[in-house]
Nanobody, 113 residues
Framework: QVQLVESGGGLVQAGGSLRLSCAAS????????MAWFRQAPGKEREFVAT????????GYANSVKGRFTISRDNAKNTMYLQMNSLKPEDTAVYYC??????WGQGTQVTVSS
């Protein structure tokens, strides 16, 4: 059974940092693109960042560019999202996605002003 499990969310003050992890099990995603999405209350799920299979290519939403960094460790079947200079508008449930079809259960990030 394929599982994606996010961790690392929490409550942080504006300007602070968090590092999210997405650990995959059940199959390897070493050859698949992976991504982070987020969904704030009352809003649709939106794209945050993506990374190709090797980690050599990344992409970011304009709203997080320069503040967030996506990375992966294929040996650990794990993806990360380093979030710096957090803002209250970053408050959302963050989801990882692998190979377009697989989703984690989400981890809550709350940024207080």
């Amino acid at each position: 059974q394929v599982q994606l499990v996010e961790s690392g969310g929490g409550l942080v003050q504006a300007g602070g940092s968090l590092r999210l992890s997405c650990a995959a099990s059940g199959r390897t995603f070493s050859w698949s693109a992976m991504a982070w999405f987020r969904q704030a209350p009352g809003k649709e799920r939106e794209f945050v960042a993506t990374i190709n299979w090797s980690g050599s290519s990344t992409g970011y939403a304009n709203s997080v560019k320069g503040r967030f960094t996506i990375s992966r460790d294929n040996a650990k079947n794990t993806m990360y999202l380093q979030m710096n200079s957090l803002k209250p508008e970053d408050t959302a449930v963050y989801y990882c996605n692998a190979a377009r079809d697989y989703w984690g259960q989400g981890t809550q990030v709350t940024v207080s002003s």
